[in-house]
């Protein structure tokens, strides 16, 4: 690890340090090199590492990076939800502006009581049509079959900062587990820019359950995706099953033992993505 680096780690969206997604939180990273931040994201090993790398002070929107182990990823929603509660602690809750490499992101921080949550708005979303030549390779290496999916939502590639192919289920007990090929996904994520594949199944109205493989960045699977749950607001209002002031719940992470809460609403263009955000261990602490 970096000598003297404070590297913070957060679990977002959960109240409780065993669940949610860990995500690093660097502060202080104006005098770190893209090579000792990626550094740093391998050693700390969650799934992003958030990076400040300028002053959080004054009106100017706050510069920052994201390292997964294995790259960077340019905009992720569960490290700025843990980042938002992390500068409020620091400064103050409130509104705040990220300047990220997708552009500005607006974020806040509230704390009731002890309880802290972290909310963002996210980029634009959209969504895009997924070849049939791709989702025929998508399948394969996921081990699924096309006759596993939802035939009213057809598989697309959601948008929301990043992309996000997202295949629904028929049937819940389909993500009850997931096997899959980790290299020939990684190679087909990698070459379409595609972060993690949110895979995902009805749980009532307006109730989602998600898993997301993440071996784009090294990683077998996310316990939460706030990019993806953007990017899946995205995919339901372009398939007419959301609209403006929509909300919705996505869990996540159930099935690795770290359950996740995402809160979503759809916005006329963007989302706004909420969570509960609660330190692993103290403020204080410096590497894992």
């Keep these: 690890m970096t000598p003297h680096l404070d590297v913070r780690r957060y679990a977002a969206f959960s109240d409780d340090p065993a669940g949610g997604n860990p995500a690093g939180v660097v502060l202080d990273a104006e005098h770190l090199t893209a090579a000792q931040m990626q550094q740093v994201a391998a050693e700390v090993g969650d799934s992003e590492t958030a990076f400040v790398t300028g002053p959080i002070e004054g009106v100017a929107a706050i510069p920052i990076r994201y390292f997964a182990p294995e790259g960077e990823v340019a905009f992720c929603g569960h490290a700025t939800i843990a980042t938002a509660v992390a500068i409020g602690r620091l400064a103050g809750a409130g509104s705040y502006t990220l300047q990220s490499k997708v552009g500005p992101i607006e974020i806040a921080a509230r704390f009731e009581g002890d309880r802290a949550v972290g909310t963002l708005r996210s980029p634009d979303v959209d969504c895009f049509p997924l070849a049939e030549e791709l989702l025929a390779q998508l399948l394969a290496s996921l081990g699924w079959s096309a006759h596993e999916l939802d035939p ?30 980790f290299d020939a996904l990684q190679r087909l994520c990698r070459l379409h820019d595609w972060v993690t594949v949110h895979l995902v199944a009805s749980t009532g109205r307006g109730s989602w359950w998600a898993r997301d493989p993440f071996p784009w960045g090294g990683v077998v699977e996310d316990p939460a995706t706030g990019a993806a749950a ?8 372009a398939h007419g099953r959301a609209v403006t002031g929509d909300m919705l719940v996505i869990h996540q992470g159930v099935e690795m033992g770290r359950p996740s809460r995402i809160e979503v609403e759809l916005l006329d263009r963007a989302a706004l993505i909420s969570g ?13």
Excluded: C
């Design 276 to 288: 509960a955000v609660v330190p692993i261990e103290s403020d204080a602490a410096t590497g894992r």
């Design 230 to 237: 953007a990017a899946f607001a995205g995919y339901l209002r």
């Design 152 to 181: 009213n939502l057809p598989p697309a590639v959601g948008f929301g900062g990043n992309h996000h192919p997202v295949l629904v289920a028929g049937d819940i007990h389909r993500l009850a587990t997931l096997s899959y090929d």
